[in-house]
């Protein structure tokens, strides 16, 4: 008895298909990177499929600062391994940091491409605001398409997930130093309809009154954002 109980609970764990396992942590790891860090310390089981590339892809960046108070060469190592693994939010932290202190702004935008190609709103979000910005009809219509879409999906609206208080967050916490902000804010509404003038929306439940034209709406998103900018 004793034999057969011991028997089931090696085979459980051993019996596990890799993939199986390998989905397990990846779901823990998508909750919680300090959760990940004790499972891999369980066995080298664990530890070994832990340091597959689809973990590094799918690891919160909940617990680790955005800008780190102290350079943590630990911490430096994993979060690029997050990145070269194309972690959505790995790769969205770098590249608005980057991009905004002006450093290394070509792989910045790479970064936020790649992680607005694979679904996240906020990278989008952040690529259409500098899009808008770096200006040229094609950019600036290529801006403009990203927001609009964000906000007819409502992405822009949802309390939850809210692109605009992400980005916003993020620029008061570095020294903003890519001299593209600090030229004249851009317009997009070309019309002379009348524009909308209060304040800014400022969270979700501002935004309940749209702007029926696209172009205002986006002027309205790169108002929020230049709002942010600390010179403004
Ligand atoms: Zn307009």
Known sequence: ??????????????????????????????????DLFRAKLCCKLFYEVSEADNIYHRVSMDKFEIVPWSKNDQVSRFLKKCRESKNPEALYRKGVVDYFTDKHEDSALECLEEAAISG???????????????????LKRKGMRLLSGLKKSR??????????????????MIWVKNPLFLK?????????????????????????????CEACACDEEIGAICAALPYR
């Not at 004793?2 to 909750?31: F, W």
């Not at 949802?158 to 008061?172: C, I, V, W």
């Not at 004249?184 to 702007?211: L, Y």
Request: a negative charge; proline letters at 5%; hydrophobic letters at 35%.
């Open 155 to 172: 992405i822009l609206y949802a309390k939850q997930f809210h692109p605009r208080h992400n980005l916003r967050a993020l620029l008061r």
């Open 184 to 212: 004249p804010t851009p317009i997009c509404c070309a019309m002379t309809h009348e524009r909308k003038t209060s304040s800014w929306p400022m969270d979700a439940d501002d935004v309940e009154e749209e702007s029926t």
């Open 1 to 34: 008895m004793a034999n057969e109980q011991k028997g089931r609970s090696t085979t459980c764990i051993l019996s596990l298909p890799t993939e199986v396992l390998s989905e397990v942590l990846a779901r823990v790891a998508s909750c919680s990177s300090t």
């Open 120 to 138: 996240h709103a906020d990278a989008a979000y952040a690529l259409g605001i500098i899009y808008i910005f770096l200006g040229g009809d094609e």
